[in-house]
């Protein structure tokens, strides 16, 4: 019915522009005929005029437009572009409900695969064996009704995520919003994703951008002819809205509400769930996708056409190219601004996380390579691994060309492939030079010398990790026994608690359990208690 109605707009259509067609012709000749006629009568009265005054100059007469002089609004022109556009519109749609179709029928078809392959899945092995050639189930479309069956009796997942943001656009700040919609079936395999700009009305707050995400995701539900759906929100408080556990304020917001509890009531089966945004990531991005759609503009250039956008941060135009886009969050800043952003995070000890206030992502490692110098990107990598890694489970390569941080276990399992008796010996060998050294001297391998040997001799007193000991022990220094860092009492009680957590006496090294010390030494020296005015403030 739908397509007999489609062709006879077409011939509609049709018909109107070729009757335009043909009535702007006559127009045209109409005035071509009137033009010739006013022509002749000029001609034949200057030529009048010409006879009775012998003076008068003889030229050709020039000749006279009378049809142009006055110009008249082409209404016709606009007409023809009505037509084209309704025709245009026309055949989106039809195009449109096509590949809808065409969805429809990929859709009902996985569904049967997926049908067959668990079926084909129960079938004993012996069976199997014997009779698997003759397993077959042919999908069918037949006429279009078991499809919508089908898919009705399915389950799927809608995810949805609406964003607001305050963003530069040249040199205004606006405040933009933007919606990102993904269908998947139970087993999260992508069906449909979509992506929509938010109006003004709609980007007032991030309460009414999600629910206006959640009615656009369900309506794209049901034009998929899906039955029983789940619907998942990162959004706490507009999930407690549309579970009914918390009722809305704003008249906006309530009316939105209703209109998702009318959407629910158009399914078989339709209730919300909440998620954490990591689990949503994939339409966070469409939705800032649909923001970023409307804060660049085209800029023609030497090498063409490009878009820009502002960074946020120093204002810039800058080509889409040349932007960063922080992963998880989606912020988005100028080549140049993260540069000098991840350098200071590095220069004082830091990871760096996205620089948009109060946002906490990460700043991924492996994208940095776009903008970072390549001895930056491995001190950052140095930097996370140095923060996973537990204290008393480091161990570093003494070789100072190379000084490799390593995990101890990781090294003794790697060493174990190459030496005999590694984990008593105490030998490990480099994952990086691959060089062996000592895990208990920290120097390199000493060959058929025992550590208690070797820590007696000029080596091993010349050594990095002697020469510190020799030095605590001048200092009067206390290592702790946990994570071997060394700690110098400057000022205050005796009762020290190192940076891996680990509690002790620092008279005997004695261990503290409970707040409480284990040894008769006492707990504070009066010296160390009770400073001058003018004392060097304590280190360590």
């Not at 071509?32 to 200057?46: G, I, K, P």
């Not at 995400?213 to 049901?222: F, I, M, R, S």
């Not at 689990?279 to 800032?288: C, G, H, P, S, T």
């Not at 101890?408 to 590694?422: D, H, N, P, R, S």
Request: glycine share 6%; proline share 3%; aromatic share 8%.
């Amino acid at each position: 019915m739908a397509a007999i109605e489609d062709d006879e707009v077409s011939l509609i259509l049709e018909e109107q522009r070729e009757e335009i067609m043909a009535a702007e012709t006559l127009a045209r000749d109409h005035d071509l005929a009137f033009n010739l006629q006013m022509q002749e009568a000029l001609a034949v009265s200057r030529a009048a005029h010409t006879s009775s005054v012998p003076d008068s100059p003889t030229g050709d007469a020039a000749t006279v437009d009378f049809t142009g002089a006055e110009e008249e609004f082409d209404f016709t022109s606009l007409i023809l572009q009505d037509i084209a556009r309704a025709d245009q519109e026309r055949r989106d749609r039809e195009f449109g409900e096509q590949e809808m179709k065409r969805l429809k029928v990929d859709l009902d078809r996985r569904i049967h695969d997926q049908k067959f392959a668990k079926e084909i899945m129960n079938i004993p092995e012996g069976d199997w064996s014997k009779h698997g050639d003759n397993y077959q189930k042919p999908y069918s479309l037949g006429d279009g009704s078991s499809s919508s069956s089908a898919i009705g009796n399915e389950s799927f997942r809608v995810y949805c995520k609406g964003l607001v943001s305050e963003e530069m656009i040249g040199d205004t700040r606006a405040m933009v919003g933007g919606v990102g919609v993904a269908i998947c079936d139970s087993t999260d395999n992508l069906i449909w994703e979509v992506k929509k700009v938010l109006g003004a009305e709609e980007c007032k707050s991030p309460e009414i951008a999600e629910l206006e995400a959640l009615v656009h995701g369900l309506d794209e539900a049901l034009t998929f002819d899906l039955g029983r759906v789940t619907f998942f929100i990162d959004h706490f408080k507009v999930f407690q809205y549309v579970t009914g556990r918390v009722e809305p304020r704003q008249s906006v917001v309530a009316t939105l509400v209703n209109q998702v509890a009318v959407l629910q009531k158009k399914f078989s089966y339709c209730q919300p769930s909440l998620l954490t945004r990591n689990d949503v990531k994939f339409v966070f991005k469409l939705a800032r996708d649909a923001i970023v759609s409307q804060i660049k503009w085209p800029e023609e250039t030497s090498k063409g056409k490009t878009f820009k956008e502002t960074c946020v941060i120093c204002y810039e135009g800058i080509t889409v190219d040349k932007m960063y886009s922080v992963d998880g969050c989606f912020h988005r800043f100028c080549f140049s601004c993260m540069k000098q952003h991840v350098e200071v995070k590095l220069l004082g000890g830091q990871t760096a996380s996205c620089p948009s206030e109060g946002c906490k992502s990460e700043v991924k490692i492996e994208c940095c390579a776009k903008f970072l110098d390549p001895k930056l990107v491995n001190l950052m990598i140095q930097r996370k691994k140095e923060g996973s890694i537990v204290v008393s489970d480091k161990v570093y390569c003494p070789y100072p060309k190379c000084s490799e941080l390593m995990v101890k276990a990781e090294v003794l399992e790697y060493t174990k492939q190459f030496f005999v008796g590694a984990e008593q010996s105490g030998a490990r060998k480099c994952m990086k030079c691959g060089h062996l050294f000592c895990t208990q001297c920290k120097v390199p391998w000493h060959y058929n010398v025992t550590c208690n040997d070797f820590s007696k001799t000029k080596g091993y007193q010349n050594a990095g990790d002697g020469m510190l000991k020799s030095l605590a022990q001048s200092k009067r220094w206390r290592q702790c026994i946990k994570c071997n860092n060394m700690v110098e009492l400057v000022w205050g009680c005796y009762h020290i608690t190192c940076r891996c957590g680990y509690e002790f006496c620092y008279t005997c090294g004695a261990e503290w359990k409970n707040k409480k010390a284990t040894c008769s030494c006492p707990i504070w020296d009066e010296r160390n208690i009770i400073r001058e005015r003018n004392a060097v403030p304590p280190r360590g």
